[in-house]
């Protein structure tokens, strides 16, 4: 599968991107970044330090832009990985993330997977650039969204929708393949602190720079869960579009972006979409094994 990821790293990014960089099947062909929960040039700093430990400076890294809200020091660290250092990785590349993204698609049509890990900014503006953009994509999977469940923002909204609502609404009304991995299910696959020992434990640098970021993430979601646990928001999305994981709830359902609240609403009228309320199996041992065994 030929995959471009678009994200805002971010610490479950961090492990989406370690899922992907993991999996046999799947060539990241390329990555771009987007304000999130911290900025897109922050991102692209820790994308590139992430894919500097994974020995794949190959991979280019684009910096987009959309809307900047301040991001989440609270949940993500100041410099959105829990305050770890990372190495100085390679240079970004010098095309905006949407142009890489519109090349991509261009390069392989038919053929190229899309996952959103961020806020839409990135994909609405490939859009707007390129209209023909939805069907040169083979799929489209987007982690963000909150329809049955407490959001993770005031009023319901969940934090990728949150960030830039008119973004989401342009990338979910477009007419292609979209399936929304929101936190309806999200919420449901947790890490505990055994998962987080067991990725220090191993010998792979990028599974311990990993280990070192869990535990700003765990504090953030402690209060919530009254557990030690996380939620593996991004990395679930990357195990569904590489079908690591199956879906075993994924309802066609229309859903709209409310944009003054910057939340989705399930609406008949508007576009269907594939949104995933249910995965077969605990998605978290299923993550934590494919990362342990390419770098135990
Ligand atoms: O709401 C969860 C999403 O917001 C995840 O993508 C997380 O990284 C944050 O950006
Ligand atoms: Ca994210």
């Known amino acids: ?59 280019p890294v684009a910096v987009g832009a959309g809307r900047w ?31 890489l993204l519109v090349e991509l698609a261009r390069r392989h049509p038919g053929e190229l997977h899309v996952l959103a890990t961020g806020p839409c900014g990135n994909l609405a503006a490939a859009l707007r650039a390129e209209p023909e953009l939805p069907g040169l994509v083979a799929a489209v999977t987007v982690m963000g969204g ?31 393949p979209l399936t929304l991995v929101p936190l309806d299910v999200t919420l449901r696959h947790r890490w505990s602190e055994d998962d987080r020992a067991a990725l220090a434990a191993a010998r792979d640098p990028v599974n311990r720079a990993i280990a070192a970021m869990l535990p700003a993430y765990l504090d953030s979601y402690e209060p919530r869960f009254g557990a030690r646990q996380l939620p593996l928001h991004d990395p679930l999305a990357a195990a569904l579009a590489t079908g690591l994981v199956t879906a075993s709830d994924k309802p066609r359902l229309g859903v709209r ?7 989705t609403v399930a609406d008949p009228a508007a576009p269907g979409i594939d949104v995933v309320l249910a995965v077969a199996e605990p998605a978290g041992p299923v993550i934590l094994e494919r990362l342990l065994r390419n770098g135990s």
């Open 146 to 176: 909150a329809l049955r469940t407490p959001g993770n923002r005031p009023e319901q909204a969940e934090a990728n929708i949150a960030d830039d609502p008119s973004a989401a609404a342009e990338v979910l009304a477009a007419p292609w």
């Open 69 to 99: 809200r301040g991001g989440t020091p609270h949940v993500h660290g100041g410099n959105g990985v829990g305050g770890v250092p990372l190495p100085r990785g390679g240079q970004p590349d010098s095309r905006t993330a949407g142009s």
């Open 257 to 263: 972006v409310d944009v003054a609240h910057g939340r």
């Open 1 to 59: 599968m030929l995959l471009y990821l678009d994200c805002d790293t971010g610490i479950d990014d961090a492990i989406a991107l370690a899922l992907l960089l993991a999996h046999d099947d799947v060539t990241v062909a390329g990555i771009g970044t987007v304000n999130g929960n911290t900025s897109a040039a922050q991102a692209a700093a820790n994308t590139l330090g992430l894919l500097a430990l994974a020995g794949r400076d190959d991979i």
